[in-house]
């Protein structure tokens, strides 16, 4: 195990169960520790080295497959076979009795689960004949290769989707028409915080438009919102209109800021939270689904983060958003882009229904051909 005041040995690179994923490893954040040379065998694995982890995400595996060895701390067991070739028969195995739910039989621990030595040791591997174990082994490894290769050619073509809208979402905004004119955002809406509450808090009890709610969605999902306690009794100023947009104003999670949505119809009291900034427009020329369009638009959003100069903020504010740029059409010209961005975001999401439903269907693909396998079907 780690131990800081260890300092004698050579430093090395180390596996910890963050490194070891299914079937795989990531070695992109090694960490080093000091070994002695006494150590070296003991603490180290070699090529065809099972690798278990103990806690983390317990029994998930993978073999070592470099010809130099590498280093590993506790929370791993390493597992060499007698018969190497029951390695790669045992990380199917494991994998499958982890996809049905019952490797969990082997874990303790209420809270943090943990594949102990002595419930690894126990263990029982269903062992046929090595010329059957080659054999289903290799249909495995061929079926398991084909189904990666589809997988990530459905998941490069649900990338290739997203891109494809956000691409022509940016060119609508860009090839500006006669007429258009550009105004800032502050000139159109006015804006408002979203309110701040506490566990402690005494007062109106109301549904609260959240960091969680800011999906890939356009609109507000009204439909599942969370119902707080405030300070106090709410005025009407802090409660949200349908039309009314929402920004992630600061969050734990860089990717959310900016993040804009658009309120739908609302039932009843509805707020939001103190991460947001809500924007309420204040003249009838500017349609809101065109104006959530855009301030979506990937450029705006790069605007709204780096503030133009490539520095990331940690918060937005009132004073960024109002400098936005807004260009406006005509109100008819409005209508037509809506529509037409509508349009294809409809089939881009149809697209990636699709792949996802492919997606979902290689998993279980692959869960069937683990059954098989060791029901004897293969």
């Not at 490539?310 to 809506?338: D, F």
Request: with cysteine.
């Amino acid at each position: 195990m780690l131990d800081k005041a260890k300092n004698k040995g050579v430093s090395r690179p180390y596996l910890r169960n963050l490194n070891v994923r299914w079937f795989e490893f990531d070695l992109s954040d090694l960490l080093e520790m000091r070994f002695l040379p006494t150590e070296e065998a003991k603490y180290s694995v070699a090529k065809g080295d099972l690798v278990i982890c103990e806690g983390g995400y317990p029994g998930r595996a993978a073999i070592w497959e470099w010809d130099e060895p590498i280093h590993f701390q506790k929370a791993l067991h390493r597992v060499r076979f007698h018969q190497p070739q029951h390695a790669k028969w045992c990380l199917y195995y494991l994998r499958a009795r982890d996809l049905d739910g019952t490797l969990s039989r082997q874990f303790s621990g209420t809270g943090i689960q943990h594949f102990t030595g002595e419930a690894l040791a126990r263990f029982e591997l269903p062992l046929p004949p090595l010329p059957d174990v080659q054999r289903i082994v290799g249909i495995l490894d061929a079926a398991f290769e084909s189904i990666a290769t589809a997988k990530d050619n459905a998941e490069k073509n649900l990338q290739n989707a997203r891109a494809l809208f956000e691409s022509y979402l940016q060119s609508v905004f860009t090839q500006r028409g006669e007429g258009w004119v550009d105004k800032r955002l502050g000139d159109l809406v006015t804006f408002r915080n979203g309110i701040n509450f506490t566990r402690s808090s005494r007062g109106d009890s109301v549904k609260i438009v959240g960091v969680r709610d800011f999906q890939r969605n356009y609109w507000a999902p009204l439909d599942d919102l969370e119902t707080v306690t405030t300070d106090g009794a709410l005025p009407d100023l802090d409660m949200l209109r349908e039309s009314d947009l929402l920004f992630v104003r600061s969050n734990g999670n860089m990717d959310l800021i900016g993040r804009s949505l658009l309120v739908g119809p609302i039932s009843g009291r509805v707020t939001h939270s103190g991460f947001t900034i809500r924007a309420r427009l204040n003249r009838g020329d500017v349609m809101p689904r065109y104006l959530c369009h855009f301030l979506k638009s990937p450029s705006v959003r790069r605007e709204m983060v780096d503030g133009g100069i490539g520095t990331n903020i940690k918060s937005l504010n009132q004073g960024t958003l109002s400098a936005l740029a807004i260009p406006l059409p005509s109100a008819a010209e409005q209508a037509r882009i809506v529509d037409q961005l509508e349009a294809i975001d409809l089939e881009t999401h149809g697209l990636e229904s699709i792949y996802q439903q492919k997606l979902a269907a290689l998993d279980e693909l692959k869960k069937s051909l683990l059954h098989q396998a060791f029901a004897g079907g293969l």
